[in-house]
């Protein structure tokens, strides 16, 4: 069977948030991790995301495994190609969204694409091409004060000019507004202009399915998962998508677990409501792991003791003032790889303590885990909380997880997480 949607995600949680979108809205889709070896079978996917790990490598690395990633879904029959990246432009001022979205086109041969990263249900718009976080505009939110990407401009277009070699225009609010006509119309204007790239407004899921109505045609899209709202019916429109519900997941008993790398303000915060429940915890020491401290020893028999009736939590998160302070003592890279190599070493130690069930926040710690634990694929379940659903693993052993972005999820995330497990 060929996939209709081929998607590219330059972060792991982003491509598991991504693929729940496309299940919420009727698409059975796999969750590939890395670009595939030739002898990965997605089964009767319609939908393949493929999750890369480029959001902060350099762009040229960026470039190289998107196109990797795009050759393998190509050959698989994809029909229309998603890049997706985070809802807040996560990316720095030389990459990497700009040159993977112009480097796609041109192996596309294409000539236009929008970029969208809105995402209304988590609180994330665009107005007037300036990106905003709940009432924040990007640049006065908690996104000013990522360690890897800090977010200090909120006006896309300047963002991805900045990225971009061919001018980036926009479409606007009063175009969206009005439907995928004007939008449409709107394309050609700013394509007549020599744009190859434009921003794209949206307020609201309406505005989401009026850009996806007039994207039917690009062979490029870019985005958030939002953007994604109204692929599907497009292919359903062309009778190439049939109704049957899509997130069906396989039972996975087994103990559970917490893995929590992210310094996000929403994971900061389910991490207390964790620890004021009465569940157990560890915090990791970053310093003492780049050290070559006992905390992976330290972490994981505190696990073995503890698991029992509820989830243990096992996590590196920190407030910005101390994560800065971590940075400045051991530098960026430094501080970011021993806190990945801990947790890529403790999902190990969980699994053969026999956690089947695992929760994952930040991802890049995502990206850690799954590369440890050797999985594959995922296949896609229904949503914990918007962005975030359960997942069933491809091959041996059988494992549940849910892989959260930072940024993702209800205070209480952690705990109600487990009462919908597979």
């Not at 796609?104 to 209304?120: E, H, N, R, S, V």
């Not at 507004?177 to 609201?204: N, T, W, Y």
């Not at 995330?413 to 919908?420: N, T, V, W």
Request: charged letters at 20%; a negative charge.
């Amino acid at each position: 069977m060929a996939v209709l949607l081929g998607c590219i995600a330059d972060d792991f949680t982003g491509a598991t948030d991504l693929a729940s979108m496309l299940v919420r809205h009727g698409m059975a889709t796999v969750q590939l991790i890395g670009v595939p070896a030739d002898g990965i079978d997605p089964g009767d996917a319609q939908a393949v995301v493929v999750a890369l790990k480029s959001r902060t490598v350099p762009a040229d690395q960026a470039v190289g495994q998107s196109l990797a990633a795009l050759e393998w879904l190509r050959a698989r029959g994809a029909r229309q190609i998603l890049f997706k990246y985070c809802s807040t432009f996560d990316s720095t001022e030389r990459g990497n969204i700009g040159p993977v979205s112009e480097a796609l086109l041109d192996a596309l041969g294409a000539d236009f694409t929008i970029a969208c990263p809105a995402l209304p249900e988590n609180g994330r718009s665009v107005y007037l091409g300036h990106l905003f976080v709940g009432d924040q505009l990007l640049s006065d939110s908690h996104m000013r004060h990522h360690p890897l990407t800090p977010m200090t401009d909120s006006n896309l277009v300047r963002v991805l000019q900045r990225q971009s070699r061919a001018p980036v225009g926009l479409v606007p609010y009063p175009a969206v507004e009005s439907g995928p006509e004007a939008i449409r119309a709107r394309f050609e204007e700013l394509r007549a202009k020599g744009a190859r790239q434009a921003i794209a407004d949206a307020v609201s899921d309406r505005h989401l399915l009026a850009l996806g109505a007039a994207a039917a045609d690009l062979a490029l899209i870019t985005g958030g998962s939002g953007i994604a709202m109204g692929l599907p019916e497009n292919f359903r429109r062309q009778g190439l998508l049939a109704a049957e519900r899509a997130d069906r997941l396989p039972h996975v008993p087994g103990r559970e677990a917490i893995l929590a790398g992210s310094c996000s303000a929403a994971t900061l915060g389910q991490i207390e409501q964790h620890r004021a429940a009465g569940r157990p915890a560890f915090a990791l020491d970053p310093i003492g792991l780049a050290d070559g401290g006992d905390d992976v020893e330290r972490a994981l028999a505190f696990a073995e003791d503890q698991i029992g009736d509820a989830p243990v939590l096992i996590s590196s998160s920190a407030p910005p003032d101390q994560v800065a302070e971590v940075q400045e003592r051991l530098g960026r890279e430094r501080a970011g790889a021993a806190v990945e190599d801990a947790m890529a070493a403790i999902a190990q130690g969980l699994v053969a303590q026999g956690v089947r069930r695992l929760v994952v926040a930040g991802g890049e710690t995502a990206g850690a885990v799954v590369g440890a634990l050797g999985i594959k694929g995922l296949r896609i379940g229904p949503a914990i909380d918007p962005g975030v659903p359960w997942t069933a693993s491809l091959g041996d052993p059988p494992l549940a997880l849910a892989l959260k972005s930072g940024n993702f999820g209800a205070p209480d995330f952690f705990i109600k997480a487990f009462e919908c497990a597979p």
